[in-house]
DNA sequence: AATGCGGGTCTTTTT
DNA sequence: GACCCGCATT
């Protein structure tokens, strides 16, 4: 099959003009773009409704532009207005507009909003794309230059991390203390930064396997190459380390590339930026016209190698940048904004924006804050609100649930399967992550690239044929002896007598399957080949067998697989895209509620939006806190700031009393970020008609007596920690004390107060002072006591492993709790 | 070689 | 609580 970068021209001749400033060049019919976008040109119709900001970003197409574009700004228009204004200018060809972006989604959206605007398909913008697939696309070309052929495959984090497993067994460190996993994290980073072995600092190195981290490195990446193979990381580190070490290259991107733009910068790593830099590399005195779009305070990937301080410091990169500020705000309302920019100014580190709006309208709602009991009642609650907007001509499109972590997403399945409301999880366990899936793919990388032993491996023994551990290593042995692919070792063993005649007959079958395969890929259809391979290598036999429950669905996924196969030219190229681009496009044609996470909610919009898990832990997330100290937080709080900016009218936050976590409950506080509202925008919602009344199996909670949140919220107490909230928030996350003191703490302050006076959420707040009277106390429970649980009731404690303790509780069973949880009676 | 059990681990976010 | 892994058993 052709490689793909074969369709893309590289040289497109002569750039519409040479020299950016030289009047724009006549134009000769050429491709359908360009001349749809000179067609456009006569009446720039895009530039109508742009306001002046936006404008002046649209048409400061020379030199380095930086554009802060705040959330619901614009920023997509902006980007996709400029690049028709390129084009319709005749300043550029497509193929010499570089467009990055950082998701795929991003990359089809713009794509899509290009052809809008220059009236048809975008085919001639080859180099819109990822930062990844650009990389894949600028290897593929040079790939001999890192020692690798232009056919390599695409490891996944699932391939990555099997591999570095046989390495560090094969080094005799111990794969337990080190796991493979920590090590794929730890390369990850390095990359990130544009690190190879060389270049990672001795204590880096050290930091692994008693100093065996740089040779691991080294030996990780040196199997790659044998397997002519590239992780994601490479994806970027190939390029750099290509276009630095060969300026011959780096000169044809130059000459190529008129206009960089690059979506999302905050989120660009140290890579992304090198990459960025040596591409916009021009002589001395000519800037690049590179323009940057990004909002600082959306920067929510820190954790992923993001440096918010590549935009940050963009004016002193790139002298005589032009910096423009987005801040007329289309989405929101006022009350949204307000509650968002309120929130968002206790960060420290940013540029400064405040977005606004005039269209501020008196019905607006202004945000909610909810509480539950629990994380059940906080799902059952939304989707009450759901049911009552649905039936109130709303779309379920139109609405959308925000969580932290996915693990928050489970409840509302359940929940809106209960009830039968429509619901789509995106970002969710993906289709080609699923064990079905992966064999399958692995049967295809073998026949398209028989070198893949990571892929030869998975399926060597899939179905059963009776090639276990010990063929399978005298394979790889011999393999790596003589320097060859496994598939060629085998295919060399089974003329000899080293395997039993058993194995030696089922290896034999193998081989034989991935030649016939292999010479078919050339004159089949590939859809068709791709059936006879499952069907052949008696895989979907396999699943066709099994009578277990979920084997229906793997061969409907199976199914699925083939069909969406047949949208590719080859099954080459189908390999690549899903490799790069792991989701699957959802129909937004039916009507579904959306859940998501906070992450994967950045750029989109919804009419409602719904915020469970405002609870400190969760919200801001404990790991983020003790990992990131204040960096942490702020990012935490932006990734809150993320989500309130997703709404356009509704946006309702909720927090619960108890969550349960790693499987115990424990009693959580609000989270500080709702302390960081300013109550001009937001009004503490009535109570969930119900509320503490439906906690399901374990009886009657004594806080049914409870008030409501409601008049809690407004007690002397809350309006105390308003107006201390930045010494309370300081001393949160300024202690290392930890939260699970605090919450054991509150815990406990929580079911004394509880018991007694009916009032809940007053202690939380204030809870504190509380907290840190009762977090030393020593517990001194001992198997029989007789317990009282805040959910559970009274029971009799039967074991106890530390803090943990398994209390048989009389309504509830046995359940596993902290002891902080409970108290004696 | 395949299956089943028990112990240990890990639970944020993802191109 | 859930999942993964290794071990022991057949």
């Known amino acids: 099959m052709s490689n793909p970068f074969d369709d893309i ?264 930026y090198m990459w960025l830099r040596l591409l916009s590399q021009r002589p001395k005195g000519r800037p690049a016209n590179i323009c940057c779009v990004g909002d600082d305070d959306q920067s929510i990937y820190g954790w992923r190698g993001a440096e918010v301080d590549n935009i940050l410091r963009f004016e002193k990169d790139f002298p005589g940048a032009a910096v423009i500020k987005l801040e007329r705000n289309y989405r929101s ?190 004159n089949t259809e590939h859809t068709e080949l791709a059936e006879t391979i499952l069907e052949e290598s008696g895989y979907t036999g396999m699943w066709q067998a099994d009578r277990s429950a979920e084997a229906p669905g793997r061969l409907e996924n199976l199914k699925e697989l083939i069909t969406s196969m047949s949208e590719f030219e080859s099954l080459r190229s189908f390999l690549e895209h899903v490799s790069l681009v792991m989701d699957v496009e959802q129909n937004p044609d039916d009507d579904k509620v959306s859940i998501m996470t906070l992450h994967a909610a950045k750029g989109l919009e919804f009419k409602t939006v719904f915020l469970p898990g405002f609870e400190e832990g969760l919200f801001p997330h404990q790991r983020s806190l003790d990992e990131g100290g204040r960096n942490g937080l702020e990012e935490e709080r932006r990734l809150a700031y993320v989500g309130l900016t997703r709404a356009k009218i509704n946006c309702h936050i909720w927090f619960v009393s108890n969550r349960r976590i790693h499987g115990l409950w424990q009693s959580t506080i609000p989270s500080r970020f709702l302390d960081e509202l300013p109550t001009t925008h937001v009004d503490v919602a009535d109570p969930p008609s119900g509320y503490g009344g439906g906690n399901g199996g374990y009886g009657q909670s004594r806080f049914d007596k409870a008030e409501p949140f409601q008049n809690t919220y407004s007690t002397p107490g809350w309006a105390r920690a308003q107006a201390n909230k930045t010494d309370a928030t300081r001393n949160n996350w300024g202690s290392r004390s930890g939260a699970n003191v605090e919450r054991i703490g509150y815990g406990e302050t929580d079911s004394r107060r509880g018991a007694g006076r009916g009032s809940i959420k007053g202690t939380m707040i204030e809870g504190e002072l509380v907290a840190k009277s009762v977090a030393d106390k020593p517990s001194d429970f001992t198997v029989g006591d007789r317990v009282f649980h805040i959910k559970f009731g009274n029971g009799n404690i039967v074991q106890i492993d530390g803090n943990k303790l398994t209390v048989s509780f009389d309504k509830a069973g046995e359940k596993k709790v902290l002891d902080g949880f409970v108290e004696k009676v």
């Not at 309302?333 to 920019?341: D, F, K, N, S, V």
């Open 333 to 522: 309302t006022a009350h949204i904004l307000g509650a968002a920019a309120h929130l968002i100014s206790h960060n420290e580190d940013r540029l400064g924006k405040t977005l606004f709006t005039d269209e501020a309208d008196i019905d607006d709602p202004k945000v909610q804050v909810h509480a539950a009991w629990d994380s059940e009642e906080e799902a059952r609650a939304i989707g009450e609100v759901i049911e009552r907007l649905y039936s109130d001509q709303n779309d379920l499109n139109e609405m959308a649930i925000l969580v932290r972590a996915s693990f928050q997403m489970r409840e509302f399945e359940e929940r809106f399967i209960k009830s039968g409301i429509n619901y789509r999880v995106i970002g969710g366990p993906r289709f080609y992550e699923r064990l079905e899936i992966r064999d399958a793919m692995a049967f295809f990388r073998v026949v398209c690239q028989p070198a893949d032993d990571l892929a030869f491996e998975r399926i060597i023994n899939v179905p059963k044929r009776g090639l276990g551990d010990a063929s399978v290593r005298l394979i790889h042995d011999y393999a790596r002896r003589k320097d060859i692919p496994m598939l060629a070792a085998s295919a060399e063993l089974i003329e000899s007598t080293e395997l039993k005649p058993k194995p030696r007959a089922a290896l034999r079958e193998v081989v034989l399957n991935f030649e016939r395969w292999a010479n078919a890929l050339e």
């Open 9 to 272: 021209p590289f040289d497109d001749g002569p750039a519409p003009s040479r020299n950016n400033t030289s009047p724009a060049p006549k134009h000769a019919g050429g491709s359908g773009i360009a001349a749809r976008a000179m067609a456009a040109r006569s009446a720039p119709r895009y530039l109508e409704g742009l306001n002046p900001e936006q404008s002046r970003a649209v048409e400061t197409v020379e030199g380095p532009v930086l554009v802060l574009a705040g959330a619901g700004t614009g920023k997509t228009r902006v980007l996709t207005t400029r690049i028709a204004h390129i084009l319709g200018q005749g300043l550029a060809w497509p193929s010499q507009v570089l467009a990055v972006t950082f998701t795929n989604k991003a990359a089809r959206e713009m794509k899509e909003r290009i052809g809008v605007l220059v009236g048809g398909a975008v085919e001639g913008m080859p180099w819109l794309g990822t930062f990844h697939s650009i990389g894949v696309k600028i290897l593929r070309k040079h790939a001999e230059l890192v020692g690798l052929k232009s056919d390599f495959t695409i490891l996944d984090t699932d391939d990555q991390i099997r591999l570095i497993k046989q390495l560090i067994q094969a080094e005799g460190i111990d794969d337990k203390r080190w796991p493979a996993r920590t090590f794929a994290h730890l390369m990850d980073s390095w990359k990130n930064k544009g690190w190879g072995p060389g270049d990672i600092p001795e204590g880096d190195a050290r930091a692994f396997a008693n100093g065996k981290g740089r040779e691991l490195f080294t030996a990780y990446q040196d199997r790659l190459r044998t397997l002519n193979a590239a992780d994601f990381g490479d994806l970027l580190c190939h390029p750099i380390r290509i276009l630095k070490n060969h300026p011959d290259v780096l000169a044809e991107y130059h000459a190529k590339f008129k206009y960089i733009l690059v979506d999302e910068y905050q989120d660009t790593n140290i890579a992304q």
